[in-house]
């Protein structure tokens, strides 16, 4: 028996993301230097002491799968527990694709009940934040909840691109509301909840009785447990949390880790964040590299400019090329000359001599028409290439002579 | 890749008096190397790239950080139902301090005997090499030979005077001649530690070397019988470095700034596997200045570096200015620090405002653990 085990929705295709999941899910795209999405929440549970973690994939698994595997860089590698990947199966009674998150984990009942667990975490695999979910189990069994939801204060100019959440003294939900055009509160829900298992296990199967139903936990479950009067409380988070669902959020996410003030630290030796790497040399800076305020990692070979921007496993710059602003995936080859500004280049991008990506705001006569140029995985852009800012590129990119 | 047919055995504290201060509290093979490896990673990942699944660790003394390093053998792929990574520390079939490689094969003869491969390769791992050890033992079974040494060709330093195997041989590459220590000068053809021979082979001359008092496998069994047994030797022209004492340590390292030397030695396609330790990538502020570096994992970087390695988890605060040096793991350098030619150890706090100083032929070292 489990005390509380870790349910990862990880199905999501990401579509705002556009040619960076082309091949792979929202939770397995590359973050930070040496990380993938994923491995924020993942290394939450371990960190939190939750060694039990299933983790629910639909579109495009195959990166996620075998990026998983068994779970050792996680230390996920249990012999009763550990991670468990688990796509949608044939059932003697037929078989269904994940229809929403809730159905999700409805379809995975059995396996929650095979460890008997008091509690089940629900987590999302697309938000980046370092959070001690034991510290909010213990609040959920000191408020005696049958749900807590961890919620984040938020500006109150972006309270419609969230679940909002209204709460009375005793920070017991009254009241939720999905993306409201106009919020009563200012606290959102992070997508991360804790129930009481009996109690989910119980309107799960309401839920799935309701042929209308969306089966998604915010649109449904969550309203019908507060329609029956269950005890739902916030958990308050204080901290930093970012969903990176969009292009511009993704870039920004990557670009707060150069920032001193952003409390998001990668390095911080008590709260580790585990990923799988694969065995890379140490980097080399050449006599010819010029490079400030950047995160390089093993493998790479700089001999040009790398400013303000993250270079992931065994990327090269060339003499002359120009990094700036920049997000730059494994395997990327930046040739002499190349000049890279405000993108984001996607796993094994060959960016040819002379070639020029993105562009500056302050270069721009229209800045409407600026935003992070983005180039999809295993493109080549061609000596000389122009690729414009706000740019989706998924085919190669001809030479321009 | 298939099995290869051959085990390993690796000695890890062959060597260890070249390099005292760096071996005071480790083996040769678990001595820090090119920013996050340890000697014993390159003979580990080559044998592992070359099909071997069962390899045998004989450990005499100082090894605990070795034993950390290993754990079970699994970033090598050798935590295996079957065969994999086996350490045997000293006494464990008998109450004595062992002597000599004989000594310490004849500890886990029975290990040796129970193994299925037919050939074995005996390594140590004070010389740093991408050697092919699939090729080795093909040319070692195609020679016909009882044992064959892999040697490379050097020119004589005194330091390599000291602790040396070099051979003579014939044209077609069978030992004619084999000398402990010696001191001629000029290009010599020097043993890399690394022997093969077919196991039967081995377990037969460690019974009856071991039963007439013989202990010493080079010296006293293959010098003196290079008529009976059949000696070759296989050419390594590949890049390596030997670890002869602190300077030539120290050169090995500082070679590696050179993006040639540090391809030619990590290729891409044969990964030199050592232990995760999950850091960070690297943090250069603005503000930093860095030259000609080359730089593991987990490091913070505001200061100004120029032709340093700098393994896993160094600081460099603002300010500082560090030239010329090795600092390992968890080397934190304090604001204002002026560093050249200096080797710190693991774990080495250098406070601020300090100015330490060798020369391109004598580095400053500085223990494990010790604050400045």
């Known amino acids: 028996m489990k005390e509380c085990i870790a349910m990862l929705l990880a199905g999501g295709q990401g579509s705002r993301l556009y040619a960076l999941t082309q091949k792979l899910a929202k939770p397995a795209v590359p973050f930070g230097g040496k990380y993938r999405i994923i491995d924020f929440p993942l290394s939450n549970c371990v960190n939190s002491g939750i060694d039990t973690v299933g983790i629910l994939t639909q579109y495009q698994p195959l990166v996620l799968n075998e990026y998983i595997g068994n779970g050792q860089p996680w230390d996920l590698d249990r012999l009763h527990g550990g991670v468990h990947v688990l796509p949608p199966y044939q059932k003697a009674s037929g078989s269904d694709w994940y229809k929403g998150t809730a159905n999700a984990i409805y379809q995975n009942i059995n396996f929650i009940d095979s460890y008997d667990p008091e509690y089940v975490l629900i987590l999302s695999g697309d938000h980046i934040y370092k959070m001690d979910y034991a510290k909010m189990l213990d609040f959920h069994k000191t408020r005696q909840a049958d749900c807590t939801i961890a919620v984040l204060e938020v500006p109150w100019a972006d309270t419609s691109r969230f679940g909002i959440m209204t709460t009375d003294a005793d920070g017991v939900i009254t009241r939720f509301e999905e993306k409201p055009k106009k919020a009563e509160s200012n606290l959102a829900s992070m997508g991360i909840y804790i129930f009481s298992w009996k109690k989910l296990r119980a309107y799960l199967e309401q839920d799935e009785e309701d042929k209308k139903s969306a089966n998604d936990f915010g649109k449904n479950i969550i309203p019908a447990m507060l329609d029956s009067a269950q005890r739902l409380v916030a958990y308050p988070f204080e901290g930093y949390w970012k969903d990176v669902g969009t292009i511009d959020s993704l870039w920004e996410a990557n670009m707060d880790l150069l920032d001193p003030s952003v409390p998001l630290d990668v390095w911080d030796e008590s709260w580790k964040i585990y990923a799988r790497t694969p065995a890379q040399p140490p980097h080399h800076l050449s006599s010819l590299a010029h490079v400030e305020n950047a995160m390089i990692t093993e493998g790479c070979e700089v001999d040009g400019e790398v400013d303000f921007s993250i270079l992931f496993s065994n990327v090269h710059v060339g003499a002359g090329a120009v990094v700036r602003d920049s997000i730059v995936m494994p395997g990327c080859v930046i040739e002499d000359g190349a000049q890279i500004n405000y993108a984001i280049l996607a796993e094994n991008v060959t960016v040819k001599k002379g070639a020029i990506i993105g562009s500056r705001p302050e270069h721009m006569e229209d800045i409407e028409k600026w935003g992070v140029a983005v180039v999809g995985e295993g493109v080549t852009v061609g000596p000389g290439a122009k690729v414009g800012p706000k740019a989706m590129i998924s085919q190669d990119v001809k030479e321009v002579l | ?372």
């Open chain 2, 1 to 372: 890749m298939v099995n290869l047919n051959a085990m390993g055995i690796v000695f890890p504290n062959m060597h260890d008096s070249v390099i005292p201060d760096l071996t005071a509290h480790r083996t040769m093979a678990s001595v820090p190397f090119a920013g996050r490896y340890r000697l014993i990673d390159f003979v580990l990942s080559g044998m592992v790239l070359a099909g071997v699944q069962n390899v045998g660790v004989i450990v005499k003394k100082n090894y605990q950080s070795l034993m950390d390093h290993l754990g079970s053998g699994r970033e090598w792929d050798l935590a295996r139902k079957r065969g994999g990574l086996k350490i045997f520390p000293p006494s464990g079939y008998s109450s004595y301090e062992y002597h000599g490689r004989i000594g310490a094969l004849k500890g886990i003869l029975a290990y040796i005997e129970s193994s299925k491969e037919k050939y074995v390769i005996l390594a140590d791992c004070d010389v740093v090499c991408d050697l092919d050890y699939a090729e080795l033992i093909e040319r070692h079974a195609a020679s016909g030979a009882d044992v064959t040494i892999a040697y490379t060709k050097e020119k004589m330093t005194p330091a390599l005077m000291n602790n040396n195997v070099s051979l003579a041989m014939a044209p077609s590459g069978r030992v004619r001649e084999l000398m402990i220590n010696d001191e001629q000068t000029g290009r010599r053809n020097l043993s890399m530690g690394v022997l093969v021979m077919g196991r039967e082979f081995l377990t037969e001359t460690i019974r009856s070397a071991y039963s007439r008092g013989l202990v010493k496998f080079e010296q006293e069994i293959l010098a003196k019988n290079l008529d009976t047994i059949k000696v070759y030797g296989y050419e390594y022209t590949g890049y390596r470095s030997r670890i002869a004492d602190m300077a030539s340590y120290f050169d090995a390292n500082m070679q590696l700034l050179y993006r040639e030397n540090l391809n030619r030695l990590l290729p891409e396609d044969r990964p030199i596997y050592t232990k995760v330790r999950d850091e960070a990538p690297v943090r250069y502020t603005v503000g930093c200045k860095v030259k000609n570096c080359t730089v593991a994992d987990g490091c913070i970087i505001e200061g100004e570096v120029e032709n340093c390695i700098i393994f896993r988890g160094v600081t460099i605060g603002k300010g500082a200015v560090v030239k010329n040096c090795v600092l390992m793991q968890n080397t934190a350098v304090a604001p204002g620090v002026r560093m050249d030619y200096v080797i710190t150890d693991k774990d080495v706090t250098i406070t601020e405002g300090q100015y330490l100083g060798g020369t391109r032929s004598f580095q400053v070292f500085v223990k494990k653990g010790s604050t400045v």
